[in-house]
């Protein structure tokens, strides 16, 4: 091979080292939209996020929130990521029944979330991380009606690579208690959502994820799994895109495909759920 061809084609390699590092095996740490994988970045890494979710439609009217977060993720040390967050919340409620018409743009509050990785699964069968998000809230992000209201979500989550650096599969199971406050009426609510989530995802070009989420949700009366309120299941697509070497964009939809409410011989359940939630979320390294 002539020496220009053999420094263009030395150059041209160079030029895609980093698209290359990108495109090797799997970051789950941001890929799926509702779910989360086990990875929690590398040590010293920052992160800034802005996650959009919309829910809509409930047992007729209209019906239609749309909540922003942003984020602020920190690593630490290994195997340990924080993350410091603000919402802001939107409603546009009417004639939805059970629900007081409104429509309004307010604060909601803040969160923290702290994430332990428990096996790596570079180095295990599979990816093991405890999730533990603590929030405190001003408004319903249901109702939207004006509360003080606390809420923990812990997540277990697990995932593998079914075929390496083209198919990961995951998992997560959830408990999420919340204790809720009325100040205007003085009542007081408490209530739990346990959840189970699987995901696939494949790498259909280096920098591009396509795949889908299903998630099943039991809701109770009270935190210790007292009555059951209602159940639901989703399913929907998820996309994800490395938009370039710092930052990222994933999208997913899910349709409620089936739900139950005690007493209820609907197929459906429009109360406790919504028939359609949607995330939008971008993030970049800085």
Known sequence: MPRRARVFCAGLAVAALPLAA?????????????????????VGEREFQSQ?????????GRYGTLNQELEAEFVPVPNVRVELAAAFMAHDIKGAPGFEDRRQLSWQGVSVDFRYRFLDREAAPFGMTL???????????????????????LTLAF????????????LNVSYEPEWTRLPRTGTSDQDATIGVAFGLMAKVRPNVLLGGEARYFR????????????????????????????????????????????????????????????????????
Request: glycine share 12%.
């Open 159 to 170: 995932d593998r690579e079914i075929v390496p650096d083209t198919l990961l599969a995951a």
């Open 22 to 42: 990108r495109a090797e095996g799997f970051d789950t740490e941001h890929i799926f939209g509702f779910m989360i994988g086990s990875d929690v970045g590398t």
């Open 131 to 153: 999730a533990l998000e603590t929030r405190a809230d001003r408004v319903d992000e249901t109702t939207a009606a004006a509360v003080r209201s606390y809420g923990t979500e």
């Open 219 to 286: 809701k109770y009366e009270g935190i210790g799994l007292d009555e059951l309120a209602g159940q639901a299941l989703f399913i929907g697509p998820t996309a994800y895109f490395q938009l370039s070497e710092r930052s990222r964009l994933t999208a997913t939809w899910g349709i409620q495909a089936w739900g139950q409410r005690p007493g209820s011989n609907a197929a459906l359940d429009l109360a406790n759920f919504e028939r359609h939630q949607a995330r939008l979320v971008f993030g970049v390294n800085f």
């Open 52 to 60: 959009t979710t919309g829910r809509f439609a409930k047992d007729g």
